[in-house]
């Protein structure tokens, strides 16, 4: 049997990649193009909670990406209370196939890759539904996918105000820190969730609730906005779908299925069904469908995460990592 190695790539060699914003963005859409061309095969996130006392569950994404060559399963631990210990909420591998033959080709530190490709998926939606000229940008949580959401948001639309907001003062305070750092303008760090989201053009919420609990109040979404919810638990009180000019998901398989996510109260209350959303997010990435139509439209955008864009961004990784020589080989068969 021929020699086989497997690439490794570490949380060191990521960092060494910094990879640019529109390298992100471009990565990832072009992952949302493939599904919406068909040429992708997304199974939805299984879930694995090892105890209940831990706080905290694993999800197991899988999916192929036919133009890119690759299929890939990321395992991904999301765990409320590792801020006590020092550690991200979400720690991750990706694994990258050859889908002709099974062969483990990658392993990747996924961590990082799942607070990019989320920012990318809420700011890419927010390119095709969001309003025309946004101002306000208001946005609920602190952890490493909050950072990617302001971050490629402002990256696309350079914000007048960006309002910030989460449980914890220290969180939310070291939050508006570090973007107002990195973005060079202010950052309202706001000690409520109405002055984050009241009135705001683009309201997302993506916060670590231990337990679903309707605290995003639908008064406070204003005609013509975008508001994109996906807390695992969810925040939304059930009259908050009420008024909404266009529902759109990422994969509908995705909200076919498991038992978390902002909109799952609304699903089992029958308050939203499938029919009830305009479109999956691949089919206006490829223009089989428009995004928003009008200024007035309101738009609440719901992705619970896409195995693609994993494997996409995860391709465009391994791809710079291997111009600049820096991946790792393990040995994986020498018979």
């Known amino acids: 049997m021929a020699k086989m190695e497997i690439e490794y790539l570490g949380k ?36 694995l909670t090892p105890d209940p006392a831990f706080n905290g569950h694993f999800n197991v994404l899988r999916g192929y990406v036919e133009p890119l060559g690759y299929a890939g399963v990321k395992v991904v631990g999301d765990f409320v209370d590792n801020y006590k210990r020092g550690l991200p909420s979400e720690l991750a591998l990706l694994n990258l196939f050859c889908p002709r033959t099974g062969a483990p080709l990658a392993v990747i530190d996924a961590a990082g890759i799942t607070d990019m490709r989320t920012g990318a998926l809420t700011a890419l939606g927010a390119k095709w539904l969001g309003p025309k000229n946004p101002k306000i940008l208001g946005h609920l949580g602190a952890r490493g996918t909050s950072y990617w959401n302001v971050r490629l948001l402002d990256h696309l639309f350079d914000f007048d105000e960006i309002r910030v907001h989460s449980r914890r003062p220290e969180s939310r305070n070291a939050f508006g820190e570090k973007l107002s750092q990195d973005l060079g303008k202010k950052i309202i760090v706001t000690e409520d969730w109405e002055s984050c989201l009241s009135g ?13 609990t309707p605290m995003f109040d639908r008064s406070w979404v204003k005609k013509g906005s975008f508001v994109v919810p996906y807390g695992t638990m969810s925040a939304l009180p059930l009259n908050f779908v009420d008024g909404f000019d266009k529902f759109v998901m990422d994969d509908l398989g995705q909200m076919r299925a498991g038992h978390l996510g902002a909109l799952r109260p609304h699903i089992d209350a029958g308050k939203i069904t499938e029919e009830s959303f305009y479109a999956e997010i691949g089919e206006i990435a490829c223009g089989a469908k428009p995004g928003r139509e009008s ?41």
Do not use: C
């Open 12 to 47: 060191p060699e990521i960092d060494k990649l910094a990879l640019t914003n529109d390298e992100i963005l471009s990565a990832v859409e072009q992952g949302l193009i493939a599904a919406g061309q068909g040429k992708t095969v997304i199974e939805p996130r299984m879930h």
């Open 200 to 212: 705001a053009d683009i309201m997302i919420e993506a916060t670590r609730l231990n337990e679903p």
């Open 295 to 335: 200024d007035d439209e309101t738009i609440l955008f719901w992705h619970r995460g896409m195995s693609t864009g994993d494997i996409a961004l995860g391709a465009k990784i391994l791809d710079k990592a291997r111009d600049m020589g820096i991946t790792q080989n393990l040995l994986y068969r020498d018979e």
